[in-house]
Each structure stands twice: as C-alpha cells, then as structure tokens.
C-alpha cells in the first residue's frame, strides 16, 4: 500500500514572529515544491499546466506568506492557496478546451513515465476520461475524492486540509463516490450510444 | 490514528483482479496518480520558472485594471440606461403586439457573470441579449407581459400583479445592476415561493439560469433552459445558443447540435451564427466528423476572420487531417 503523503504540522513560523521576520520563500520552494506540484497536477488533470500553478503559488506565497498567522500548518497553507490557483486555471482553461486543446491531446502530454506512444496514448485517454468525469463533480466532492483515492490522505488529513470536520469530509467522500460511478455510467451508456450509430 | 482505522477503504488499494467496478476505478485511480508524480524534470522545470518568475509592467497591470473597472462601468450604465429606455417605452407605449420581442440591451453580465459569460463566446455588439432586460427602478406593472406563460406565443397575455413585476424586478436589478448572483438568487427564491404559478415565472426561470450561470453553477442552469420549448416564445435566438453551448458543456452533443442548427437556420453571419458554427465544429470534432468540423470552421473564419474563436478556429483547422 502506498504511503500517504505526510503533511508538515509545524507552522514555519512561529506566530508572533511571522509578521516581521523575513519569510524564506526559496527555502519554502525547496521544501514543498514537489508536495505542490502534485496537488497541482492531480487537482488539475490534463488541462492545466502543473508548472504555471507551482510558479504562481510561490508568487503568492512571496507576497502574503508574510501575513500567515502560524495557526495552521504551512502545508495547509500552500495547499488552499494551490487549490485557489488550480480553480482558476481549470476556469480558465474551459476557455480555451473546446478547440484549441482536446482534452485528449492535452492529457497526452501528462508524464506518464515512459510507455510506448500507444500505452501514451490511450493512459492519456483513460486520464482523460477520469478527469471529465471528476469535473462533473461539485468542487468539494471532486477534491475531496482526489486527495482520498489519488493523493492517497486519510479523510482526518484532508479535514485539516481543506478546513473541514472529519465528518463532513467523510459525507462528501461518501456522495463523491456515489457520484462519480453514476457519472461513469452515464458517460460509458453515451459512448455506447454513439458506437451503436 | 483513529481515523485512518475508520477511513472506508480505498478503491485504488483494491486488487483489480478481485473484480468489481470499485476495483476497476481504483486501478485507474492508480494509473492516474503514477501518472500524475511530479518527475525530476518537471521539478526542475517549475525550479527554472520559480528562479525566473514573470513580471508585468506596473505601468500595464494599471492599465489593465483601468481598462477592466472602465467597461465595468459603461456596461453598468449601459445595462442601467437600457433597462430604464425599455421600461419607460413599455410603460408609455401602446400595447405591444404580441409577437413583437423585447428590445435589445446591450448589457453584459458584471462579476462573476463575467466568467460564466466567459465561457460562452463573447457576445458581438449586434448581438440581443440572451435575458429579458432589467428594470433600473422598481418597474410600473408592465402593460404586457412578454411571457405568455398559458401556452404558445399567440396566445392571450396575462398582466402580472406589480408586487409580481416588483419582486422579478429587484432580482434583475441585483444580478444586472449590482452584479450580486446571490442576492438575485434569493429574490427569485422569494418570487418563486410567493408566485408559484406566476405570470412571469418564465422570466425568472431564465433570470435564474443566468445568474446560477454566474454563480459558474452553469451544470444546474441547464436544465432550466433545457425545459424551454418553441411553443414557450422565450427560446429566442440568444437564449438557444446560450443553451446549446450548455448541452455542449454537458457532452449532451446530440442536443446541442439540434440547437446550433436551428441556430444557423436563421443566419451564420451574426454573433450567434459564429458561436453556432464555433460549437457545432467543436461537437462534430468530438464525434471524429473531422471533414463536416473542417466546414464549419471554414464556414466561421470566412464570416468572422476577426471573431473571438479565430485564433482557435485557426489552430484547430491545422491540427485536422
């Protein structure tokens, strides 16, 4: 079984210092670059580009990371803000999914370590297609179902996460699954139905 | 831990040889998440970016918030001035025939309707609006309302009550005047709950799917749309295209097409028309008919070289075989 992902429970500063001492973004970028990136690429999916989010977290992060108030741990902090960012960037993207990009080409570019250009290729549908699925899920559903069963948190860390009770993660873990196998086969029946034209 | 003893278990650490759907999903589960592990390369990558991060001029970030907080405010005006023009001719003109539509406001949505509009393609300036204008004041009872709600556009008009006109009233002027979904939500909540059978309910229907639009809840603005029928004389032009980009949205391709085509039934080269060809390309493109997509990109460039999709249109047309 995969290990989870151990969250940081000190707050990188303490909180009466946070306001005046200087904040060490590069160091900050050295400890939790990776931990972002993969919120980023898994919040995300294929169509939004890990690295920009990872960039403009850090920006942000640079600029107000001065007012954190050490309540929370900063990992907590890093992920609201990248899940602040990935939300506009998939906004964004709905621009410009339609035609521009395909879903498909887009996945495609994923790193999918090393398979054949077919294995590629069809991972990057397969990723795709759970993707657009998730995207048909309420915000809080859709995350809270990635950071389960992707990132692989138990729900008591995804409540310190996203700043909800253990219960009510767990309710929305419950209908995000529920969910996302009725959104399944709504979307097999219509791949079916357009095989059968 | 505690919790984690409690936590259900998860799909993705089944085996998928032990069978079952959630065995299935999770082996995706587990394919999505290697596929997803940030490489050596990309961290190094995003190191790069973060060494060299993107800065703007802070001459142009003004500039552009200048530019964003200006059309913020025309439009308002704009919205605001069309709205009281179309209340004061309704009020003082002669009854209108029964056919005629109501005249065009060029406002567009504030917020965070911008985003939901976003979506959309731009509206072009001839374009009508997809919602029945506002009133910029508590309206008068109209003399008429434009919705005949007991069937069919020929059929006799019911006049509203004002406190009817008052309430849909304050609902358009919160989502169109102030910008506030929210607050427009809850006074179509309120008009729904005090005119259930209401004159007016199929203007505050489409009120509500524009502003759960830009509350970007645009999967539940569908169907409110979707319920719109000819016969119901508010499926205009604007409102269908506006909802066949929905069905699009929603991989309902089949009903989005149906919309777009009666779309470009009328005309290809308007603001509508471009946005129909721009979406039923992008429907025929995800049912593989590259050839018939080709035609309608190719139709859109050739009427809207300048439109809001050419650069895509442009680009998707290269990528095709």
């Known amino acids: 079984m995969r290990r989870p992902v151990p969250l940081a429970r000190a707050p990188l500063l303490a909180p009466d210092a946070a306001r005046d001492a200087p904040v060490d973004v590069a160091a900050l970028f050295r400890a939790h670059a990776r931990d972002v990136m993969r919120w980023a690429a898994r919040l995300g999916g294929p169509d939004v580009d890990a690295e920009d989010v990872v960039q403009e977290v850090f920006l942000v992060a640079n600029r107000r990371l001065r007012t954190f108030d050490g309540r929370a741990a900063v990992t907590t902090w890093l992920f609201r803000a990248t899940a602040k960012v990935v939300l506009a960037a998939r906004r964004k993207q709905r621009l410009r999914r339609w035609l521009s990009r395909t879903p498909e080409a887009a996945a495609a570019t994923m790193s999918a370590g090393g398979p054949t250009p077919s294995e590629a290729l069809e991972r990057g549908r397969e990723i795709s297609d759970v993707y657009r699925i998730l995207d048909r899920l309420p915000e809080t559903q859709r995350r809270v179902l990635i950071l389960f069963e992707i990132e692989g948190l138990s729900t008591q860390e995804i409540a310190e996460l996203v700043g909800a009770k253990i219960a009510t993660v767990r309710v929305w873990l419950f209908r995000a699954r529920a969910r996302f196998l009725e959104e399944r086969e709504r979307s097999l029946d219509a791949v079916s139905k357009e095989v059968a034209r | ?321």
């Not at chain 2, 200048?66 to 919205?79: D, Q």
């Open chain 2, 1 to 321: 831990m505690s919790a984690r003893i409690t936590d259900p278990e998860r799909w993705s650490d089944r085996l998928e040889d032990g069978g079952g759907l959630e065995a299935s999903v999770g082996a995706t589960f587990r394919r999505v998440r290697e596929a997803t592990s940030p490489t050596e390369d990309a961290l190094e990558g995003a190191a790069r970016r973060w060494r060299e991060p993107r800065r703007r001029a802070p001459v142009l970030v003004f500039a552009w918030r200048a530019a964003i907080v200006a059309a913020l405010i025309l439009s308002t005006a704009g919205g605001v001035g069309a709205a009281a023009y179309y209340w004061h001719r309704r009020a003082s003109a002669p009854r209108p025939a029964p056919s005629a539509p109501p005249p065009a406001a060029p406002a567009k949505p504030h917020g965070r309707a911008r985003t939901a509009a976003a979506l959309l393609p731009p509206a072009g300036p001839a374009e009508a609006p997809v919602f029945p204008p506002a009133p910029a004041e508590a309206p008068p009872p109209p003399p008429a309302p434009p919705w005949p709600h007991t069937g069919g556009r020929h059929a006799p008009r019911v006049v509203p009550p004002a406190e009817e006109s008052e309430v849909l009233g304050t609902a358009f002027r919160q989502l169109r005047s102030n910008g506030d979904a929210a607050a427009a939500i809850r006074a179509l909540d309120e008009y729904d709950r005090r005119f259930p059978a209401g004159a007016l309910r199929a203007e505050a229907r489409i009120a509500r799917a524009e502003a759960l639009m830009a509350e970007d809840r645009r999967r539940e603005a569908l169907p409110l749309l979707a319920g719109l029928t000819d016969e119901d004389g508010e499926l205009t032009r604007a409102v269908r295209i506006t909802r066949a980009e929905l069905y699009a949205e929603a991989d309902r391709c089949a009903d989005a097409v149906r919309d777009f085509d009666r779309v470009l039934a009328g005309s290809a080269d308007d603001a509508a028309g471009g946005r129909a060809l721009y979406g039923r390309a992008s429907c025929r493109l995800q049912a593989g008919e590259a050839v018939r997509a080709r035609t309608d990109l190719e139709t859109y460039l050739a009427l809207h070289p300048e439109g809001a999709f050419a650069p895509a249109a442009r680009r998707a047309l290269d990528s095709l075989p």
